[in-house]
């Protein structure tokens, strides 16, 4: 156990200097963030660097933050390194606007899934994607259904007064 | 002589391969996947999967709900050890709130997490076996189950969508009947596997059946996010419950089993050492349960007022009692603003609870981790060149939950 939060943190300040920021440790995962353009180049030396080798994906998902103005979405990356045992998270803004962020796809096959169902969740639109359609809601969907925007339904809606609904 | 060979006119039948469509709902798929795949007679040339026939939204449901509401939709994630991922949830909310748990919960939690790990990895290996064309070894485990799922309504009440314990240990303490029915268990079952083991193992007709097919490489696994028993086969000793002990794991002694090939056969073989495994840690965990004496043997949930309901007649007679309990069922309690990812090893794969608080009573947002979502990406390469009949045992050996795949 040679690698720890504070080396990686180092490596990284080291490689992309202030392009890299927000460095936090909440309970025992380093995350941080960096602009959305340089996804890539982060999650590639994170691969590459032989003393990093953050080559597990476990995770893509996003959220959403509607008061974050020019940030709404968030796409964050859970990374793991099972040589040194340490993981960390690494996250990436993005407009309501222009949503485009670059497909990890060519770096982890894994990536595919995980980011159509953002796609499909939120709206990211992943550039260079192989196959970026819906995946577990209908292609006929016209909406992202877990942006803020979208509330649950409303418990003491009346329109619904069909006996079979219970509210009869 | 320009022309010699055969020119087809134009508009005719060109297409050498078949398409074939396989579910969503089909005998051999063993839930809701839908597969349409090319074949060249029997040979799959490519094949294109389609999921999400059963989402059912936990993300968003997720994000109305205090964190005891959440547990019930766990439930519905992996179905077949849905204990499992009630103690995932229940860890995470505890390592998120820092509830320390009494060591007596946790080794309670670690017998019904692997008599959870077992009733899944039962389910897996024999379904393999009826797919294979050996009914016996199903209907003869399937029994067997039947006396975990015993022992999960003595301590809880419900068979399978369990929605067993609560934040900070268990609803009620186990029973002697409990412990009386565990103990059945791990006599009888031990044999019934050894069996099981026997019937297949070397069983030529299953071998030649699994042997070689749906094989992955350990990069290509690791490149395409397997974890738990499939990774294993393919040799990556990756176990959460080695690499990041929760629940006390680190109090055991055990061993985890990996492959070669991480073909079918590797797979049954892994799934097959993890229940003697498991068997090994509820025995381990049972003596270390039976070792605490007098008012430690009573312990049963940590002392959190915050989040674990009082007792009943204690909300009758005591006013700060009434209080909590009505603050807990209406879901009243503010959570600290944070996140967290916390994983735990599933039945399937590391199985991954990423929950982001703003402050509020409930998640502002909470996104499960499914490892055979990710992983069932995978199934076209593993198909790909073999046989129809193979992609059959293929898809079971995969051990995918149509409940997790589409959350």
Same mark, same amino acid.
């Given at each position: ?8 943190? =180092?490596?990284?300040? +080291? ?8 460095? +936090? ?48 979405? #968030?796409? #964050? ?23 485009? #962020? ?8 894994s ?5 159509? =169902? ?5 709206g990211i639109?992943? #550039? ?10 209908v ?28 509210r009869? | *002589? ?18 074939? &469509? ?9 839930? /809701?996947? !839908? ?9 799959? /040339? ?13 993300e ?10 959440i ?6 994630? &992996? ?5 499992? %991922? ?10 998120f ?37 050996a ?38 303490n186990?029973? %002697? ?29 299953? *071998?030649e059946?699994? !042997? ?37 794991? !680190? ?12 073909? %079918? ?6 799934? &097959? ?41 204690? /909300? ?31 039945? &399937? ?27 069932? !990406? ?20 995969? %051990?995918?939950?149509?409940g997790?795949?589409?959350?």
């Open positions: 156990m040679s690698l720890n939060n504070e080396i990686v943190q =180092e490596k990284l300040v +080291a490689k992309f200097g202030d392009q890299v920021s927000q460095f +936090a440790t909440s309970y025992g995962m380093l995350s941080f963030e960096s602009p959305k353009e340089i996804n890539l180049k982060v999650l590639q030396f994170l691969y590459d660097e032989p003393s990093l080798e953050f080559t597990f994906l476990t995770d893509i998902c996003a959220v959403n933050y509607p008061n974050q103005t020019g940030a709404e979405l #968030v796409v #964050v990356y859970h990374l793991h390194n099972l040589k040194e045992n340490i993981r960390l998270r690494y996250s990436v803004s993005t407009s309501l606007e222009n949503t485009d #962020v670059y497909t990890a796809t060519k770096l982890f096959e990536a595919n899934w995980m980011e159509r =169902e953002t796609y499909d969740f939120f639109n992943f #550039v260079g994607h192989p196959n970026l359609k819906r995946i577990l809601n292609d006929e969907m016209d909406y992202f259904p877990l942006r803020k925007e979208f509330p649950l339904e409303d418990q003491t809606r009346i329109d619904k007064d069909d006996e079979m609904f219970g009869g | *002589m320009e022309h010699n060979h055969i020119t087809l006119p134009e508009g005719s039948i060109e297409k050498t391969t078949t398409t074939l &469509n396989i579910g969503p709902t089909h005998p051999a798929t063993h839930g /809701v996947f !839908q597969n349409i795949m090319e074949v060249d007679g029997e040979r799959i /040339v490519s094949s294109d999967q389609t999921v999400g026939y059963i989402h059912r939204a936990f968003k449901l997720a994000e109305r709900r205090p964190l005891y509401q547990t019930p939709i766990t439930d519905r994630l &992996n179905y077949c050890s849905s204990p499992i %991922n009630n103690m995932g949830w229940h860890i995470t909310c505890e390592k709130l820092n509830i320390e748990t009494p060591k007596r919960v946790d080794y309670l939690r670690v017998i019904i997490m692997e008599l959870a790990r077992i009733s899944d990895h039962l389910i897996c290996n024999s379904i393999v076996g009826v797919d294979t064309g009914y016996t070894g199903f209907l003869y485990v399937m029994q067997y189950r039947e006396l975990i799922y015993e022992i999960y309504e003595e301590i809880c009440g419900s068979r399978l969508t369990t929605n067993i314990g609560r934040i900070g240990g268990f609803e009620r186990f029973t %002697n009947t409990a412990f009386t029915k565990l103990e059945k268990f791990l006599n009888e079952y031990p044999k019934v596997l050894k069996e099981f083991e026997s019937l297949f193992t070397r069983n030529r007709i299953f *071998m059946r699994t !042997q070689g097919t749906g094989g992955i490489s350990a990069e290509r696994a690791m490149n395409y996010g397997f974890t738990g028993p499939n990774l294993r086969a393919a040799g990556v000793d990756y176990d959460v419950r080695v690499h990041q002990p929760y629940s006390s794991y !680190q109090d055991f002694n055990f061993t985890v089993p990996v492959g070669t090939t991480g073909d %079918n056969y590797d797979r049954f073989l892994v799934r &097959n050492a993890e229940m003697w495994e498991s068997i090994s840690i509820i025995r381990q965990a049972y003596e270390k349960v039976q070792a605490f004496k007098g008012a430690e043997a009573e312990i049963y949930h940590a002392d959190v007022p915050e989040y674990y309901l009082p007792k009943k007649e204690d /909300v009758y007679t005591k006013m700060e009692a009434l209080i909590w309990h009505f603050k807990i069922i209406m879901g009243e309690i503010d959570l600290p603003k944070g996140q967290i990812y916390c994983p735990v090893e599933g039945g &399937n794969g590391e199985l991954g609870f990423y929950l982001i608080s703003d402050g509020g009573r409930t998640p502002f947002r909470l996104h499960f981790r499914r490892p055979c979502f990710i992983y069932y !990406q995978a199934y076209p390469e593993l198909i790909k060149g073999g046989m129809l009949s193979d992609a059959v045992v293929t898809m079971s050996s995969l %051990n995918l939950i149509a997790e795949l589409d959350a």
